[in-house]
């Protein structure tokens, strides 16, 4: 199930209807997950370096300005501090065009992830924005990297959840599920979608 497909067959209801309505628990493959760290040798061979270059998400600046400041104000729910909003929301469209990923989909991912708190920290260690585990560093070959600097962390997050939508053929169910350490389960992906859905969907 690409994303694209996803976005074209989007009814105005809700997620959870979608989600009987097409079968998203079936999309899931029935491998049980594993945990984040068990991925390192894996990924090691399959994701080496964080992209550089980029195509923007969007046809035009105009396109891009009007999108910012339709996010602006949905996240001004979540951050009260106008600048900061400003300088994340152009992080948010620089890193999704890099890593050729809806920007909604990644305000998504970080409202499940850390509710766009910079400096999250979970209990099992990952960090920043979009929860980022610090052995991704050894992955990309940059030990020195500061993932609670909100520009590293969505570089990261961004490639590896790119990487994951790649390695599951455009299966977004899976991807989320792989980017969460929680395969073979839809709950991740079900939160995921709800929130795209709930707060961050656009009609295109």
């Not at 910012?68 to 890193?95: C, K, N, P, V, W």
């Not at 962390?153 to 977004?172: E, F």
Request: proline fraction near 4%; aromatic fraction near 12%; hydrophobic fraction near 45%.
């Amino acid at each position: 199930m690409t994303l694209r497909w996803w976005r074209k067959t989007r009814s105005s209801n809700t997620f959870t209807r979608w989600a009987v309505n097409f079968g998203l628990s079936a999309c899931v493959s029935l491998l049980g997950a594993a945990p984040a760290g068990a991925a390192l040798t894996d990924e090691s061979t399959l994701l080496t370096a964080l992209p550089t270059a980029s195509t923007s998400y969007f046809d035009t600046d105009l396109d891009a300005r009007v999108w910012q400041l339709d996010m602006d104000f949905r996240l001004s729910h979540y951050l009260s501090d106008a600048t900061f909003r400003h300088g994340f929301l152009t992080l948010i469209i620089q890193e999704s065009s890099r890593a050729g990923l809806s920007p909604e989909l990644v305000l998504s991912v970080i409202e499940v992830e850390s509710l766009f708190d910079p400096r999250a920290v979970s209990p099992a260690g990952a960090v920043g924005l979009m929860q980022v585990m610090p052995f991704w560093k050894t992955v990309f070959d940059r030990p020195g990297d500061d993932l609670l600097d909100p520009a590293t962390n969505l570089r990261y997050g961004c490639a590896i959840l790119a990487h994951y939508l790649k390695r599951s053929g455009g299966d977004m169910t899976q991807a989320l599920a792989r980017y969460n350490g929680s395969l073979g389960q839809t709950w991740y992906p079900e939160r995921v979608m709800r929130a795209w859905d709930q707060n961050w969907w656009v009609m295109r």
